[in-house]
């Protein structure tokens, strides 16, 4: 591992530009600062295209303070070194979220250097791939979808809206309700994809255009059991007017804004519940089991008909597309593929 590939986020006078470098070692975290700080150097074979990593190679500071920095939130692969005598040498893992990509760098570069407590042990049923084809993404939207399970939502008691259908999250979180034997009705801002949605899960699809003008309204017909938002803003307003009694709706995102405004009437006269997810921060224990589940239980059998696999050089295309909000479905990265 004398020089690998990294695709590099670098800061001039001009910006922040991203592009697939060969770097080394020094690129990597030091071991050991008593917090564990790169003690597991991992041999990253793919990685995928979340949001965020295209906020971070395109230099927004709220998500990367310091630059040249390594993209990249997930990671799978195999263990090389350990100083934390936890794992043995060509153990497959995955890693998702701390800091990950952020401010440590990431699953972009053919190596990573993370703390023990990140490193997630691969579940057997699970492939790299496919640990990878959900990333954080997905693990978001199994985690929404575990929200709203504990919120005692029903396949029989009316039906689930998603917004932000064809993104990550949103896909995943169509068809994963689909699974459970919700019906999902999924909104989105593109009319093109309808097939799309339909063929992944969704019971109905409803066009952004069509759903945001409920934003303005108090309280609505009640047309829906419970919701996943991955878009924030007035996509939150204008679910939770048409809330059933006693709904909920989980909130994870904002790419449709970071503040929304609404009525206090869906909860205080229906008693809907506005849920918080985040899958940065959730503890190691939870996301393993997290993990598991989604090799098991949750397994998708269509998740590879929705994920697209690219090379180093389409990632940064993808990027520009996801970050314009014309993203469709996963993509996995396969840091072996030029
Ligand atoms: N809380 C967490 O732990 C966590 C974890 C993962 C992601 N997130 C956040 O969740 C959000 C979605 O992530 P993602 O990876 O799924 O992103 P993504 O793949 O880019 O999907 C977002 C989707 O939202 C819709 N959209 C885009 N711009 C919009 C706008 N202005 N108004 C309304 N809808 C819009 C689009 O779908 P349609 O064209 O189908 O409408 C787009 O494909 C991001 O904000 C991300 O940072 C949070």
């Known amino acids: ?26 690129s990597l975290p030091t071991v050991g600062n008593g917090k564990g700080e790169g003690e597991v150097l991992i041999k990253v074979q793919f990685s995928s295209v979340n949001y965020k990593d295209a906020l971070s190679a395109s ?29 043995n040498t060509g153990d497959e893992v995955v890693v998702f979220g701390y800091d990950l990509g952020m401010n440590t760098c990431g699953g972009y570069g053919e190596y990573i250097r993370v703390p023990a407590a990140w490193v997630l042990v691969k579940p057997e049923e699970l492939s790299l791939e496919d640990s990878m084809r959900w990333g954080t993404a997905g693990y978001t939207a199994a985690l929404s979808v575990e929200k709203l399970l504990k919120a ?16 990550g999250v949103g896909s995943v979180a169509v068809a994963l309700l689909a699974k459970l034997g919700f019906t999902v009705v999924a909104v ?26 409920m934003a303005a309204k108090p309280m609505t017909r ?8 991955t ?23 904002m790419v449709a804004g970071a503040g929304f405004s609404a009525s206090v009437f869906p909860f205080i006269l229906r008693g809907v519940d506005l849920l918080g997810i985040d899958s940065v921060e959730v503890p190691q224990t939870h996301k393993q089991l ?12 269509n998740l590879a008909d929705f994920t697209t696999t690219i090379g180093r050089g389409e990632l940064p295309g993808v990027l520009g597309n996801v ?10 990265l396969d840091l072996s593929k030029a």
């Open 59 to 87: 230099g927004n500071k709220g998500v990367t303070r310091n630059f040249p920095h390594t993209p990249g939130i997930d990671a799978a692969g195999t263990i090389i070194e350990d100083a934390s005598g936890q794992f």
């Open 231 to 253: 878009c924030g803003g007035d996509m939150i307003a204008a679910v939770l007017p048409q809330l059933q009694y006693g709904g909920a709706l989980t909130t994870c995102g």
């Open 323 to 332: 970050l314009a909000g014309k993203g469709q479905g996963r993509y996995l």
């Open 290 to 301: 997290l993990i598991k589940k989604v090799a098991t239980d949750w397994q998708l059998s």
């Open 222 to 229: 009640p047309l829906y059991q419970a919701g996943i938002d």
């Open 1 to 26: 591992m004398t020089q690998w590939h990294a695709y590099r986020a670098i800061e001039s006078e001009d910006g922040v530009q991203s592009s697939w470098q060969l770097v080394d070692n020094s």
């Open 152 to 167: 005692d939502v029903k396949p029989d008691a009316g039906k689930i809206i998603v917004t932000g259908a064809t993104g």
């Open 188 to 213: 989105t801002g593109k009319t093109e994809a309808s097939e799309w949605l339909l063929g992944i899960g969704a019971a109905e699809v409803l066009n952004r255009a069509e759903l945001l003008p």
